[in-house]
């Protein structure tokens, strides 16, 4: 699962794309939301390993939500 990871920049990137199942997708988003990833004296953030930059929480809550719409695609902040 750390392979398509690390070639994601961003959560609604792993929601796009077609080559992962819903649940992977899913697993990969929720490894991103846990605090084992918060940047350090900004919660908000996370780091996941392989991303350049850190992600918003809420961007990747929104990723997840969309996999629950899956005729919808999720929108950067």
């Given amino acids: 699962m750390s ?7 961003h959560p609604f990137d792993i929601a796009a794309r077609p080559d992962l199942e819903p649940e992977v997708k899913r697993a990969i988003l929720a490894r ?3 605090d ?6 900004k919660p908000a953030l996370r780091r996941p390993p392989g991303t350049r930059n850190p992600v918003p929480i809420d961007d990747v809550f929104a990723a997840l939500r969309s996999l629950d719409r899956p005729n919808r695609a999720p929108r950067r902040g």
């Fill in 32 to 34: 991103w939301a846990s």
């Fill in 3 to 9: 392979q398509p990871v690390s070639r994601t920049l």
């Fill in 36 to 41: 084992r990833y918060a940047v350090d004296g």
